[in-house]
């Protein structure tokens, strides 16, 4: 059965606390089989027989409504992907060894030409942005926390929904799951 990773977008804010353990017993009420949690962040990784990641998406963004009583965006990707994304290096080696952050926004679909050209306007001294299939990748020269970037300022200068993970985390996914 295929291996996917779901990277639920903001489970935690806003005063909410949601048990890894329940999020894996909501995944495995909706016949996922191998439910783990993966750093207690939102990131489940699981098998289906379904086809397709919207059908996974949509099934379990619905579910978790239903369970918790707020949207919890979810982004789906097959382990292939993942282990794509981890290995995809967009930046000069030297850049990302001096960089503070190096992080991986998940995207429902392709950015389009409207929203890549708006990204590379998002550029500044610290942040550097690039595109790659439904992802974008931000580097930041220093600490987060100094940049006027976040997560919420992407999704609405790019008028997408994403979800930030750092490329380590990435990084940590595809090397336990891709050879198992």
């Not at 379990?60 to 994304?85: D, P």
């Amino acid at each position: 059965m295929p291996r996917y990773v779901a990277f639920l977008r903001a489970i935690n804010v806003g005063g909410h606390v949601v048990k890894m353990d329940k999020v894996r017993a909501l995944f495995e009420k909706l016949g996922f089989a191998s439910v783990e949690t993966f750093m207690a962040s939102g990131n489940v990784v699981f098998e289906t027989r379904l086809k397709g990641r919207e059908a996974a998406e949509g099934n379990i963004e619905q579910a978790l409504h239903e369970a918790l009583g707020y949207e919890v965006v979810t982004f789906v990707r097959t382990m292939a992907e993942v282990t794509a994304i981890a290995r995809h290096r967009p930046f000069s080696a030297s850049a990302l060894a001096s960089a503070a952050a190096f992080n991986v926004g998940l995207l429902k679909e392709p950015l389009s030409d409207a929203a890549r050209r708006t990204l590379s306007g998002l550029k500044t001294e610290i942040d550097d942005f690039h595109a790659n299939a439904s992802e974008l990748y931000w580097m930041c020269a220093l600490k987060q926390s100094d940049s006027k970037i976040s997560n919420a300022v992407l999704e609405k200068a790019l008028q997408v929904r994403t979800t930030l993970r750092g490329q380590r985390t990435m990084e940590k996914l595809a090397a336990k799951y891709e050879a198992a």
